[in-house]
Nanobody, 111 residues
Framework: QVQLVESGGGLVQAGGSLRLSCAAS????????MGWYRQAPGKQRELVASITRGGYTNYADSVKGRFTISRDGAKNTVYLQMNSLKPEDTAVYCC?????WGKGTLVTVSS
């Protein structure tokens, strides 16, 4: 059974940082691409960052230079380091690999 479990969300002031984690079981992040998505209230879900099997990364324009996706194969965990956070980054952040989704973690950025 595949499980993706996110953690690390919370309340932070604008300009602050958070690191999200997505721990996987039943699926390997070393051989499968993985993405971080977010959905803000009243908005469509969007892809924030992704990392391929070969380690190539891609970012939404809105987070380039501020967010970094990385993975730890030994821990089968993918991270999203978020710096210089803005109120518009407030959303539920979910990880996805193949057809599997985590339940998400809430990030709230206060102004």
């Amino acid at each position: 059974q595949v499980q993706l479990v996110e953690s690390g969300g919370g309340l932070v002031q604008a300009g602050g940082s958070l690191r999200l984690s997505c721990a996987a079981s039943g699926i390997s992040f070393s051989i499968n691409a993985m993405g971080w998505y977010r959905q803000a209230p009243g908005k469509q879900r969007e892809l924030v960052a992704s990392i391929t099997r070969g380690g190539y990364t891609n970012y939404a324009d809105s987070v380039k230079g501020r967010f970094t996706i990385s993975r730890d194969g030994a821990k089968n965990t993918v991270y999203l380091q978020m710096n210089s956070l803005k109120p518009e980054d407030t959303a539920v952040y979910c990880c996805k690999s193949l057809q599997y989704w985590g339940k998400g973690t809430l990030v709230t950025v206060s102004s």
